[in-house]
C-alpha cells in the first residue's frame, strides 16, 4: 500500500467537508439518459502522476515518491505501477494513459528497451484485468531524450527517423496488447527554430508519410482504436507544424489523412496558441476530429504551459458545452494532463488535485446540459441570424443569388439597421444556471426530456 491515509473516494454531495470525498461528481447519476461517468469518461496521466518529481527550471524536484526509490529499472516501473493502479481503483476512475517511457525508462539500446516495455505490458495488463481500469491511449515520447533535438518524424537525420518509427511500432503492439481505445501524436519537436536551416516541405512530407505507416501497420496487426493527433504551439519548438486545431486539420485534410486521425485537445494548449479552449473544440467539432481533451489550465499570467488542475467552472461549462453539442465522447474521455504545484509535494495532494478537476468537469456537464436542454442559448442565436430565414436572407442561405443580384438587392435596400450582439446578457445567462447548478440540493434529479 503507497496510500495508507486515502481510502476510496466516494461522492458525499456538496454539502460534504471531506477533501478526500467528490461534492459535485456522482459516477452513477444520469445526466441525459446517460451515467455521468460514461459522459466524462476520467483518465489519469501517468506522466505528471507518478513519474513528476516537482522540478522546474529553477529548482530541483521536491517531491521524493516512494515508488520512485529503488534503482533496478523494472523493480521501480513495477512499483510504479503497483502505486498507479491503488491510486487508480480509490480514486474510481475508469481510464489512464502513457508514454512509453512513463512506464519504464529506456534501456542502454533500443533492444533492451523493447524488452523492459514488453515486460511492463505483461504486468500492466494483469493489473489492469484484476482492477478493470482500462488504457485511453498510449504514445511514444519522442521529445525529451537529446536524439530528438531535431525532431522524430521531421528529423533532418534518418537514423532518428527510423529510431522513432521502431518506437511507434512497439507502442500499436501495446496498444493493441492493452485493448487501448486510442492511440496519440504529440510532436513535441515536430517543427522548426528557423526556416534558414530547414526544408519545410520535405518534413511536412516526411511527418505525413509516418502517419500513413502508422496507419498501415495498425491494420496490419489489426488494432482498431482511434488515432489522434494533439496540437500545441511554441512549446518547445517555436514553429510546431501542429499549432492549433484549424492548423492540423489543414495538415490532415492536405496529405488526405483526415479519415483516420481526429484531436485529443488540451486546454492549457489552446491558450498558448491565443484561443479560448471552446474555440479549438468548436473548431474540431465543425470538421468532425473532435477526439478526446486534456483537462487543464493554464496562467494567463505566464507564456508557458503550467498544466494546473482545471478549477475554472466558467470554462469547464463552455468546453462540456462544445462536447455535449458535438454528440459527446466516442473512444475519447477526459484525461488529466495536470500535475500538482511544487509546493504541493505531499502524497494526498495528487487525490486532492484530481477530485477538484472531476467535480469542475461534472459541474459542467450539468450546467452545459441543463443550457442545450432548454436551448437557452441556441434561442438568441437563431434569434440573432434570423434575416436568413426570410426574404433575400433565405435566398442567400440556400445559394439562390449572385452579385448581380445581391447589388440591385443593396440599391434599393440601403437604409440597414444592426441588432445589438447582447454578449453581456449571454455571459449572464451562463452565470445564472451555473449558479443555479451550484445552489441546488444535490439529490435533486435531472430531467431526462434531452437525450444524447
Not at 517531491?63 to 491503488?86: C, G, H, V, Y
Not at 532518428?160 to 481505445?181: F, S
Not at 534558414?196 to 500513413?212: G, S
Not at 494548449?269 to 478526446?292: I, Y
Request: proline letters at 2%.
Amino acid at each position: 500500500m503507497f496510500f495508507n491515509e486515502v481510502g476510496k473516494v466516494k461522492y458525499e454531495g456538496a454539502d460534504s467537508e471531506n477533501p478526500y470525498a467528490y461534492k459535485y461528481y456522482n459516477p452513477e447519476e444520469y445526466i441525459g439518459g446517460k451515467a455521468m461517468k460514461e459522459h466524462l469518461r476520467f483518465a489519469v496521466a501517468y506522466w505528471h502522476t507518478f513519474d513528476a518529481d516537482g522540478k522546474d527550471p529553477f529548482g530541483d524536484g521536491t517531491m521524493s515518491r516512494s515508488w520512485n526509490r529503488l534503482t533496478q529499472p523494472l523493480d521501480k516501473a513495477k512499483a510504479r505501477a503497483e502505486a498507479a493502479f491503488e491510486f487508480f481503483e480509490k480514486l474510481g476512475v475508469p481510464y489512464f494513459c502513457f508514454h512509453d517511457v512513463d512506464i519504464v525508462q529506456e534501456g542502454d539500446t533500443l533492444r533492451e528497451t523493447f524488452l523492459y516495455l514488453d515486460k511492463m505490458a505483461s504486468f500492466l495488463k494483469e493489473m489492469m484485468e484484476t482492477s478493470g481500469v482500462k488504457l485511453l491511449w498510449n504514445t511514444a515520447n519522442m521529445f525529451t531524450h537529446p536524439r530528438y533535438v531535431h525532431g522524430a518524424a521531421t528529423s533532418c537525420n534518418a537514423d532518428v527517423y527510423a529510431h522513432a518509427a521502431a518506437k511507434v511500432k512497439k507502442g500499436l503492439e501495446i496498444a493493441k496488447e492493452l485493448g487501448a481505445e486510442n492511440y496519440v501524436f504529440w510532436g513535441g519537436r515536430e517543427g522548426y527554430e528557423t526556416l534558414l536551416n530547414t526544408n519545410m516541405k520535405l518534413e511536412l512530407d516526411h511527418l505525413a508519410a509516418f502517419y500513413r505507416k502508422a496507419v498501415d501497420y495498425a491494420e496490419e496487426i489489426g488494432f482498431d482504436g482511434q488515432f489522434l493527433i494533439e496540437p500545441k504551439p511554441k512549446e518547445p519548438t517555436k514553429h510546431q507544424y501542429d499549432f492549433d486545431a484549424a492548423t492540423s486539420i489543414a495538415f490532415l485534410e492536405t496529405y488526405g489523412l483526415k479519415d483516420h486521425f481526429k484531436l485529443n485537445l488540451e486546454a492549457n494548449h489552446a491558450t498558448l496558441a491565443g484561443h479560448t479552449f471552446e474555440h479549438e473544440l468548436r473548431v474540431a467539432a465543425l470538421h468532425d476530429v473532435l477526439g478526446s481533451i486534456d483537462a487543464n489550465q493554464g496562467d494567463l499570467l505566464l507564456g508557458w504551459d503550467t498544466d494546473e488542475f482545471p478549477t475554472d467552472l466558467y470554462s469547464a461549462v463552455l468546453a462540456m458545452y462544445e462536447i455535449l453539442k458535438a454528440g459527446g465522447f466516442k473512444t475519447g474521455g477526459i484525461n488529466f494532463d495536470a500535475k500538482a504545484r511544487r509546493a504541493s509535494f505531499a502524497d494526498e495532494d495528487l487525490f486532492l488535485g484530481h477530485i477538484a478537476g472531476m467535480d469542475t468537469y461534472a459541474v459542467g456537464l450539468k450546467v452545459a446540459y441543463r443550457l442545450l436542454e432548454d436551448k437557452a442559448l441556441e434561442r438568441m442565436i437563431d434569434e440573432r441570424y434570423k434575416s436568413y430565414t426570410k426574404g433575400i436572407g433565405l435566398e442567400i442561405a440556400e445559394g439562390r443569388t449572385d452579385l448581380k443580384k445581391l447589388a440591385a438587392y443593396a440599391l434599393e435596400n440601403d437604409h440597414i439597421e444592426n441588432r445589438s450582439g447582447r454578449q453581456e446578457n449571454l455571459k449572464a445567462t451562463v452565470n445564472r444556471y451555473l449558479l443555479n447548478v451550484l445552489r441546488e440540493s444535490p439529490a435533486r434529479k435531472e430531467k431526462q426530456q434531452w437525450n444524447m
